[in-house]
């Protein structure tokens, strides 16, 4: 399986890579590129990753946490709950899922935990 997206972020990748996926393509590679993609996937070569090179797509892919949301998501990687959170830093509850929802988007993480281990292999925590 080879991937063609116009995003190629890390938790994308290994997710794609978990499922089988032998490449992970931007979606504008030329024909060449994905050819020898196909045969590196057939004779077993290794996995490749071509990073998508546009600005925007560039700007997306590393768009930073802002301090609220490393805050928050430094107590969530600690396994406190949502309330919890709220009142050590005076927000509300509300305001802490909003915060976890930009995190997540962010960080392309599907759930807390994820989005804490991404954070700490990318020393954000």
């Given at each position: ?39 590196s996937a ?84």
């Amino acid at each position: 399986m080879i991937i063609l997206t116009a995003l190629a972020r890390d938790a994308e990748i290994e997710r794609a890579f978990g499922a089988g996926a032998h490449a992970c393509l931007h979606k504008d590679a030329e024909l060449p590129e994905i050819l020898a993609s196909i045969r590196s996937a057939r004779s077993g070569g290794a996995r490749t990753v071509d990073r998508p090179e546009s600005g925007q797509a560039r700007r997306i892919a590393e768009e930073p946490l802002t301090r609220r949301e490393t805050e928050v998501l430094d107590h969530i990687a600690r396994g406190w709950s949502n309330h919890r959170v709220a009142e050590a830093l005076g927000i509300g509850a509300g305001t802490v899922k909003t915060h976890l929802k930009r995190v997540y988007g962010k960080l392309y993480a599907r759930n807390r935990s994820e989005a804490a281990v991404i954070a700490r292999r990318k020393g954000l925590l």
